[in-house]
């Protein structure tokens, strides 16, 4: 049997659907193919998802369903699912040809493409966490998709949602996500909190300004130089190349940055401030 969202999908062979099939990610979870749909002609991403029992049938289930309902401009939504007799699951989503924000070029991250991803990301992050009630645990730039690119603006989108589980869900000390963008208190082992993913953007925002892709800062801020770490990152972000930023927006990032998570504030209180007004 073949489980699909979409009544008017094919329901003997999915993939029948699509043409110009190429693959562009192999993950741990699976696989992402560029695609044609064949009925649009429009370029789709699909993702396939081996599942091995009926509990992963149901989580993948219950996340694709309410990704499919989704109606944030900065979040994925997922176009149509389907589920195959061989345990794979197919999510069908637009394809953005801009790529993702780590492909953003230096030059073209000023501090109002900046504001911008920040903004946008935090409106996302306030809708994932207080609509959705969900941590996303592996916010990065190679998730965060360009939709949209001029001199002066850009639109993104927050994608990848295998790793997310709901809060109520978070009581055990599970790992996920990558190491490199993963909090202080993540790496030492307490759980998950809405504001990890506070310090995951932080780390994404730090690196589109600095182009540093080699600190780890989760490191440096339990590491001996803890002490000093906010004056690097902050000369860091002050000693760009291509650009200058205001005072403003570098402390914003660094209180994302906050090594106490009961410190580092929520996607709420962070739009709340004027710098976004």
């Known amino acids: 049997m073949i489980i699909s969202s979409s ?8 993939f029948s659907r699509y043409g110009d099939i190429s693959r ?3 993950g741990a979870f699976g696989s992402v193919y560029k695609v044609r749909d064949l009925k649009t002609n429009k370029l789709k ?3 396939t998802v081996k599942f091995e029992s009926l509990t992963d049938l149901n989580t993948i289930m219950k996340e694709a ?7 944030h401009p900065n979040i994925i939504k997922i176009n ?3 589920i195959t007799n061989d345990n794979l699951l197919i999510i069908d989503m637009d394809f953005y040809e801009l790529g993702d924000l780590s492909k953003l070029k230096q030059e073209n991250c000023g501090e109002e493409i900046v ?8 409106s996302a992050l306030k809708y994932v966490h207080e609509e959705m009630e969900i941590i ?3 916010i990065k730039p190679t998730n965060i998709f360009i939709k949209k690119l001029s001199s002066d603006s850009i639109e993104i989108v927050l994608a990848d949602f295998g790793l997310a589980k709901k809060y109520q869900e978070m009581s055990g000390q599970s790992y996920a996500g990558t190491p490199f963008y993963m909090s202080p208190e993540v790496a030492l082992g307490s759980s998950y909190s809405f504001n990890t993913d506070i310090f995951s953007l932080g780390i994404s925002i ?3 300004m600095t182009n540093d892709l080699a600190t780890s800062i989760g490191n440096l801020l339990m590491g001996n130089q803890a002490e000093n770490a906010l004056k690097i990152l902050t000369n860091q972000m002050k000693e760009t190349t291509h650009n200058e930023y205001s005072e403003e927006l570098i402390r914003i990032v660094l209180k994302m940055l906050e090594k106490d998570a009961k410190q580092r504030p929520s996607a709420s209180q962070l739009l709340s401030l004027t710098y976004f007004k």
């Open 80 to 82: 149509d699912y389907f």
């Open 45 to 47: 991403a699909i993702k």
């Open 136 to 138: 996303h645990r592996d």
């Open 65 to 71: 369903s309410q990704l499919s309902n989704t109606k």
């Open 7 to 14: 009544s008017g999908s094919d329901q003997s062979n999915p």
């Open 206 to 208: 730090y690196q589109i």
């Open 24 to 26: 562009i990610g192999q």
């Open 115 to 122: 504001k911008q991803i920040l903004k946008q990301m935090l």
